[in-house]
Antibody, heavy 118, light 111 residues
Framework: EVQLVQSGRGLVKPGGSLRLSCAASGFTFSTYRMNWVRQAPGKGLEWVSSISSSSTYIYYADSVKGRFTISRDNAKNSLYLQMNSLRAEDTAVYYC???????????WGQGTLVTVSS | QSVLTQPPSVSGAPGQRVTISCTGSSSNIGAGYDVHWYQQVPGTAPKLLIYGNSNRPSGVPDRFSGSKSGTSASLAITGLQAEDEADYYCQSFDSSLRGSVFGGGTKLTVL
């Protein structure tokens, strides 16, 4: 059974930092592109970042470029998102997501709520 | 404003057919990039519904179908059922933005 188990939810003050983690199982993690997708309260899905299977190619949405860093550890079947300089508009449920074919998302994590508020 | 444009809402009675459009541009759908569709029941994670424009993953009923033409794509749902009530999102890649893009989402109401 495919599982993407996320951790790291929290309440953070504006300007603060938070690291999200995602532990994968049930598929060959090292061959999948991994993504972070977020959803602000009552809003639609927004792609945040993507990392290729071997970490060679990394992409960010303009809204987070320079503030967020995606990384992965294939030996630990884990994906990370380091979020710095957080803003109120970063408040959202963050989903860890996996896809084999380019840009397709086949598997989704359960989501983790990040709230940025003073 | 989403790069891919979807109607905010559609509705239909049980048993009817509805379609959801997804309009892009020459840097995404029109450039030949595949369109994928996801279903999201509020409060839960999205679920892959259609991949590669028109392919259904295992377990997705054949009541759901996808198509693509030019700079647009469509999701069709036939034989509407109450359980189809959810939000639907299209997704593709945009070469100008160099990243994935989602439509704004369409809320399907089964009357």
């Amino acid at each position: 059974e495919v599982q993407l188990v996320q951790s790291g939810r929290g309440l953070v003050k504006p300007g603060g930092s938070l690291r999200l983690s995602c532990a994968a199982s049930g598929f060959t993690f090292s061959t999948y592109r991994m993504n972070w997708v977020r959803q602000a309260p009552g809003k639609g899905l927004e792609w945040v970042s993507s990392i290729s299977s071997s970490s060679t190619y990394i992409y960010y949405a303009d809204s987070v470029k320079g503030r967020f860093t995606i990384s992965r550890d294939n030996a630990k079947n884990s994906l990370y998102l380091q979020m710095n300089s957080l803003r109120a508009e970063d408040t959202a449920v963050y989903y860890c997501a996996a896809g084999f074919l380019d840009w397709l998302i086949e598997y989704w994590g359960q989501g983790t709520l990040v709230t940025v508020s003073s | 404003q989403s790069v891919l444009t979807q109607p905010p809402s559609v509705s239909g009675a049980p048993g009817q057919r509805v379609t959801i459009s997804c309009t892009g541009s020459s840097s995404n759908i029109g450039a030949g990039y595949d369109v994928h569709w996801y279903q999201q029941v509020p409060g839960t994670a999205p679920k892959l519904l259609i991949y590669g424009n028109s392919n259904r993953p295992s377990g997705v009923p054949d009541r759901f179908s996808g198509s693509k033409s030019g700079t647009s794509a469509s999701l069709a749902i036939t034989g509407l059922q109450a359980e189809d009530e959810a939000d639907y999102y299209c997704q593709s890649f945009d070469s100008s933005l160099r990243g994935s893009v989602f439509g704004g989402g369409t809320k399907l109401t089964v009357l």
